[in-house]
């Protein structure tokens, strides 16, 4: 555990006083401004049904780790039974998109590339066959509910998947396919296409347009072209929308909502549409969910609205709302993010203090930025720059992500060293190699870092405060702070030390516990008592989880 950030945390959870009994003690309330989500790449995960590993003919060879691994929607409800996510404190999971993709695939540079990331959409109506069924979809969630762990999907209005010749581009009225984004100003990144060859929807239209006539084909094929144009009627009447490119397609996503009682989406390439889009596919995502609430009352998790995080790519929390194009500066939170994706947390972990760290995301999250959050994470599937590629740091990645303030994204892998770095990779693909079971089975320094997680998620999951409350200062050195969270009648206070020495450690607890008060270490399972307002505690491990008994 040498590149771990050694800390005590000291817990104490109470509602108006202190409860005598655990057993009265309130559960932890869900705050998704706390939440750990686990983010994970359908096909890289986990293989839950190998009879869906090949469809629509993707048997050609493609370059490495550009191909369909395997991994599906019931790979990921096995681990979820299982308790994997339980164990790892996990109260939310991320998964890519899950539509069904183009059915061919790309060679850019890279060796042919099949859709197994799930971005490069077909048809938003459809589950891709690679990662399963509706029931499976069903299931899923249904399963995930009862663990007390909430579903996200991921959206895509901005672009349909690229041409090739199993797919034909979709119509004018539908997409552009020119010219290329130069990211230069508001309207160089808007009104254009991403990369080459990947269409992008005319978001900003509010003409009306007839369906793609590739998706009339199909939709009759598979029997259903009659049920999805009644759908559709029924949609544009209620809401008065044109019939626009954007509006067939949220209706498309909402969908998922209503059907399977998702509870929220990432949202993919924000800052590339326009603004106002996203305002109107919230309001959709709300009325959506409000109805799901409605039909399904036995259902109902609690009273949180529907979740809304946008990627905002190179969005910092030091921006606060305002993201800077340079020639215009834009709010993505107010009547439409609850939450942006954070890319600031991998250079704030490795230039500043810790105390500042952690100071500078408490101040931002309790003034300017009140009322929302940010989706923090230190690796991802799109960022070449992760804050230990090499993975020579993750006690301390552990650390340093899962007690900053904030919602924290455990990227998969994450809590078993999982290799960002793979030889023979092109671009991107070096980040998303299949999940290291077989390492968490037999390795046993896997085996240390997984249980370092494991304890930090579980303490994060179970104390709002750590996430989501206000942080302070208590002593320097050692360092010492806490965490203070309250919502109605729920209060939840942490205290936690880092960078304390081996073997016995002394902390002044004082703002926190009263003499005589009990405390159990859930690391090393040790109780010891506050004697003057301290606790002194000698344990053979870098890190300290005190809890009141």
Known sequence: MRSLIFGILITVTLTGCVHKNPEEQPEPPFVWEATNVYFLLIDRFNNGDATNDINFDRTLETGKLRGFEGGDIKGITQKIKEGYFTNLGVNAIWMTPIVEQIHGGTDENTGLTYPFHGYWASDWTAIDPNFG???DLHELVSVAHQYGIRILLDAIINHTGPVTEQDPVWPEAW???????????????ITCTLVKNLPDIKTESNANVDLPPQLIEKWKAEGRYEQEVTELDAFFERTGYPRAPRFYIMKWLTDYITKFGIDGYRVDTVKHVEPYVWQEFKDECDYSFSEYKTNNPDKVLDDNAFYL?????NYGISSTKAFDFGDKKVNYFDDAFSSLINFELKWNAAQLT?????????DILNSELNGYGVLNYLSSHDDSQPFDAARNKPFETATKLLLTPGTAQIYYGDESARALIVEGTQGDATLRSFMNWEAIKNNSRTQDILRHWQKLGQFRKNHPAVGAGKHQMITQKPYVFYRSYQSNNYKDVVVIGLDLPNGEKVLDVSKVFEDGDQLQDAYSGKTIQVKKGKVVINTPFNIVLLEKQ
């Open 133 to 135: 069924t509706a029931a």
């Open 175 to 189: 997409v552009r396919t020119e010219p290329q984004c130069t990211y230069k100003s508001f309207e160089s990144t």
């Open 309 to 313: 995080v946008g990627e905002v790519y």
């Open 354 to 362: 810790t105390e500042a760290m952690f100071k500078r995301y408490s």
